[in-house]
């Protein structure tokens, strides 16, 4: 079946460092990407999404490309602040049965002022 | 706008006992969701309703858990009996336009 495969954290981090977090997916169709921030005490928030091959994703200074022929979505962003930190969530859904989202196990970021 | 509601924040109780969550969705959603989240095993989907009727529970644990959608506004999570391995954090979350989906702030269930 469809799933996600994420780097595991904690990835801590200095404040404006480079973030990088790995994400790559197997789906047997053409599925929707996602990236979903869960801040401490809160629910998940969607961050960004790309629908097709090619597409980049881009909230709030983080930005993802869905690359179909890497099977991957990593999530980047130039300068990382103190206010970042939180735990990350890679998903994707399937665009015919879309009622179902799958998540990756969450990649926790700690950045250090 | 008011997001999705969901209480108690925090619950504890003992083994045995009955728990129930409450989820309110944003107003005009139609499809309400409840996951179960824990470190073990991450975001579960537990069971979705579409315009308040169940339309995927496969993701219920067993018979111990029951689920209610009895209008657009309010739904409840019922555990009983419940057990120390149900402690987790439990999110419901509601969509208008899948796969787009609103979480709320989740209950943190604790069974001693």
């Known amino acids: 079946g469809d799933s996600v495969t994420q780097m595991e954290g904690p990835v801590t981090l200095s404040e404006e460092a480079f973030l990088t977090i790995n994400c790559t997916y197997t789906?047997?169709?053409?599925?929707?990407l996602f990236w979903y921030v869960q801040y401490p005490g809160e629910g998940l928030q969607l961050l960004l999404k790309?629908?097709?091959?090619?597409d980049k994703g881009s909230n709030k200074g983080f930005e993802a490309t869905y690359r179909k022929e890497t099977t991957s979505f990593h999530l980047e962003k130039g300068s990382v602040q103190v206010s970042d930190s939180a735990v990350y969530f890679c998903?994707?859904?399937?665009?015919?049965?879309?009622?179902?989202?799958?998540f990756g196990k969450g990649t926790r970021l700690h950045i250090l002022p | 706008d008011a997001g999705v509601i969901q209480s108690p924040r925090h619950e504890v109780t003992e083994m045995g006992q009955e728990v129930t969550l409450r989820c309110k969705p944003i107003?005009?959603?139609?499809?309400l969701f409840w996951y179960r989240q824990t470190m073990m095993r991450g975001l579960e989907l537990l069971i979705y309703?579409?315009?308040?009727?169940?339309?995927?529970d496969s993701g219920m644990p067993e018979d111990r858990f029951s689920a209610k959608m009895p209008n657009a506004s309010f739904s409840t999570l019922k555990i009983q009996p419940s057990e120390p391995r149900d402690s987790a954090v439990y999110f419901c979350?509601?969509?208008?336009?899948?796969?787009?989906?609103?979480f709320g702030p989740g209950t943190r269930l604790t069974v001693l």
């Open positions: 789906a047997t169709g053409y599925p929707s």
């Open positions: 998903a994707l859904s399937d665009q015919v049965r879309d009622d179902k989202i799958i």
């Open positions: 107003s005009g959603h139609d499809y």
């Open positions: 309703f579409n315009n308040n009727v169940p339309i995927d």
């Open positions: 790309a629908t097709k091959a090619d």
């Open positions: 979350a509601s969509s208008l336009k899948l796969p787009e989906q609103f």
